[in-house]
């Protein structure tokens, strides 16, 4: 699995690179963001682009991975420059339409490897159309705002009413990259849903690109960064190539206690 850190942070970015993630995100979407996350107690990036250069410099064998804002009239300035300062892969976010997409498609022109964010009901719907485009690397599912989209109870909706897997259906069709969420740390026993549930999610849906997300971050060691962000990446790792070729029986026994764990989830949030 592909694994990106979001950070602008050079030390961060060098802790990663010498841990083993595979890119460094820069997150530049602030566009119309506070506004549909208020409320919401989501993260806001402070990113700005000049930190492309600055990670770069540090970073020699990542993949500095950039997420620009929506499409406007701005596009092509922000995605001419973010490509001038050495992005390899660039994500459109919260997109609803395939002009979108395809203006995406078109400013790119071919000199990055482009990454798509799923993460409007709009988006979702058009995904049997999005999958047939020409110059679509990557796909990744964003839940935080699906969820806002679509009105669901909690993130988790997409995996506990099937549509995912229905998602991932689509998507591995084509063959082509994808992922969803964040993962987060493996050993980590505060989250309302175990890590590795998700992860057992992610191999039986055939994921090849996975994100740490922020609660993989905030529960890092903070005495030594280094060192819990080394062991907690190869963690990640021998637990994906522990379990890269079980049985399906043995993913679907772990789906269903993951779907009992949601509904446990959904029914706090009740209350």
């Known amino acids: 699995m592909i694994l990106s850190l979001i950070t602008n942070c050079p030390i961060m970015a060098m802790y990663a690179q010498s841990a083993g993630i595979d890119r460094i995100m820069i997150d530049l979407e602030v566009k119309g963001k506070s506004s549909r996350q208020q409320g919401k107690g989501l993260f806001i990036s402070n990113h700005t682009i000049n930190d492309i250069l600055v990670i ?3 970073c020699k064998k990542n993949a500095i991975f950039v997420r620009i804002n929506p499409i406007d009239n701005d596009s092509k300035q922000e995605i ?6 050495g992005a390899d892969i660039i994500m459109l976010p919260y997109f609803h339409t395939m002009n979108e997409v395809k203006t995406f498609l078109k400013l790119t022109n071919g000199s990055v490897r482009t990454s798509l964010l799923v993460e409007t009901r709009e988006a979702a719907e058009l995904l049997p159309k999005i999958v ?39 998507v591995n069709k084509k063959k ?7 993962i987060g740390k493996l050993s980590d026993t505060n989250l309302p849903i175990d890590p590795k549930l998700i992860l057992y999610e992610q191999i039986m849906l055939r994921t090849s690109i996975g994100w740490l997300g922020r609660s993989f971050r905030d529960a890092l060691d903070k005495e030594n960064v280094e060192l819990s962000l080394k062991r907690e990446t190869l963690l990640l790792r021998e637990f994906a190539r522990k379990y890269a070729n079980v049985s399906r029986d043995f993913l679907n026994s772990k789906h269903v206690e993951l779907l009992k764990q949601i509904r446990l989830m959904e029914n706090r949030t009740k209350q």
């Open 56 to 58: 770069r410099k540090v």
């Open 80 to 85: 001419d420059t973010v490509i001038k300062m």
């Open 132 to 170: 047939d485009l020409i110059g679509v690397n990557e796909i990744h599912f964003g839940l935080n705002d699906l969820r806002i989209s679509c009105g669901y109870k909690t993130i988790f909706e997409p995996v506990l009413n099937g549509t995912l897997e229905e998602y991932a259906n689509i």
């Open 176 to 182: 082509i990259p994808w992922g969803f969420g964040g």
